[in-house]
């Protein structure tokens, strides 16, 4: 039973004075029930939409929507509560502690305070669980967030651009969090976010969208598969001399303006080893955009 389906479903927001604006159009999305689920897509192609209409927070104009095998909206009670989700920064009282915080969730849910325990080591945030949320980094705020949506040990989490407004600390260990949530088997994780690095790093499987609609979908590596053999972009101190040992080596290396692009490389780790055995470390290494994100561009730009 997949945690999501959506059928022909459009959504188009009123806007005074201006036509409607078309956020959803004739939407299809089958999210398979287990792992992480990636949802990318640039902004404003209809993720947060999509995640509210599954949410009930709106209502579609036309098409069919379930929720673990359930209607949306006229189900919705039956599930709502094996659903978790982060949308926004979540509201938490700034002077208690995260626990506290979660304790009062807890209450309310009707939960034991063992489960605050439980989502607490969970998101890693223990030793600092008695300090106040406003002295949280927003990577704890963030994590504190997923804690609170972990308590009712949801079926599906639902993730709206986690790592947004992070530093890179934070991303990191929000990441770690996302994978280790996908794999522990009993959650399926929808992890929305618009950037393509993001979803490869975590996601199992992807759905892209542009324009409201579900362009690709699939298992990451098939539907990003285009990004493997890639180009990727390399700097280092003496440019000559790393295009000497590469080009030894079998790689077509072109130089540009202030680095080096080498193409059809099968893995990445293979330009560093070679540069490295040779006395060259890298200052920086990029795999280059691929067509995937090219065709993400074309398809999302505005018609003229
Ligand atoms: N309340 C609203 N009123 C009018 N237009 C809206 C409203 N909410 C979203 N939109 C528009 O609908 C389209 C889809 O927005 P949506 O927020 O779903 O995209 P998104 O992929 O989540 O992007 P983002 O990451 O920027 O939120 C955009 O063109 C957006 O401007």
Redesign the pocket.
Known sequence: MPAVEMHAVS?S???RGRPP????DSLDLVVESGGVHGFL????????????VLLGLIRPDAGDVRLLDRPVPDGLPQVIGSVGALVETPLFFPGFSGRRNLRLLAETAGLPRTRVEEVLETVELRDRADDRFKGYSLGMKQRLGIAAALLKSPRLLIL??PSNGLDPAGIRDVRELIRRLGHDGSTTVLL?S?LLAEIEQVADRVSI?AR?RCIASGPVHEVLAGRSSGDVRVRVPDRAAATAVLTAAGFSVTPTEDALLVSAVPAPGEVTRVLAQHGHYLEELTPVAADLESAFLALTAEPA
């Not at 897509?41 to 509210?52: L, W």
């Open positions: 959504k927001y009123a806007r604006q078309r956020a959803l897509g640039p902004n404003g192609s209809g993720k947060t939409t999509t995640i509210r709206d651009e929305s618009h969208m409201g």
